[in-house]
């Protein structure tokens, strides 16, 4: 569990009780369109050791989730169970950047209320998922913020090879990281689930970057 410590000047620090681990948020605020209108959207970012990531990684547990409940399953290169490891893909690493993009579902009122969650998530999705490939280094790697869309149909679907290998890219779930703890206890972050005639105050998406 992290404690907060501090904020100033938009940096909130926490730390670990037992280990005194600084953990610096970086919290900005960033402007985007969506059909004409101004979007605002929280950014979080946050850098710690890999192998402190590690506290959050149950692969068989959440891969199980995948397997039961996800259309993805088995139908893209990128979903359990082709994912690798995240041990052996990781392993050139030594650090990782979390990236936290929130956006509230008010900015969003204008559409009818059976597309505005829906609608709201997908946009703060796409837009962190640019954002990481902008942003990833030549000598690192994105871990994207949701399932590969880079084609139509996965050519796993046909018994085939991927076709752009190097465009491929993993999220944290199919990883089988525990994303909602990890925005639990690294971001001090809520996350909020859409439900039948319900539409929560925010959505959130959450991405990384590996880094030498």
Wanted: with cysteine; glycine share 2%.
């Amino acid at each position: 569990m992290l404690y907060k410590l501090f904020l100033r000047k938009q940096l909130l620090y926490f730390c670990d009780k037992l280990n005194i681990t600084m953990i610096e948020v970086k919290t900005d605020t960033i402007v985007k369109h969506f059909k004409n209108r101004k979007i605002e959207m929280e950014r979080k970012v946050l850098e710690i050791p890999k192998s402190e990531i590690f506290l959050f990684l149950n692969k068989e547990e959440f891969n199980s989730h995948c397997r039961n409940a996800c259309p993805n399953h088995n139908s893209k290169w990128t979903c359990p169970p082709n994912c690798p490891n995240f041990e052996d893909y990781s392993e050139s690493y030594s650090k990782i950047q979390l990236f936290l993009f929130v956006t509230s579902t008010k900015q969003f009122d204008f559409l009818p209320q059976e597309e505005c969650s829906l609608e709201a998530y997908n946009f703060t999705k796409e837009e962190l998922q640019n954002y990481l490939r902008i942003n990833e280094p030549i000598d690192g790697k994105m871990i994207a913020a949701n399932s590969c869309e880079v084609c139509a149909t996965c050519s796993i679907i046909n018994g085939k090879p991927c076709y752009f290998p190097e465009k491929m890219r993993y999220n944290l779930v199919a990883f089988g990281f525990n994303v909602e703890k990890i925005l639990t206890e690294l971001f001090q972050h809520e996350l909020k689930w859409s439900a039948e005639n319900i539409i929560p105050e925010y959505v959130s998406s959450v991405g990384a970057i590996l880094k030498k």
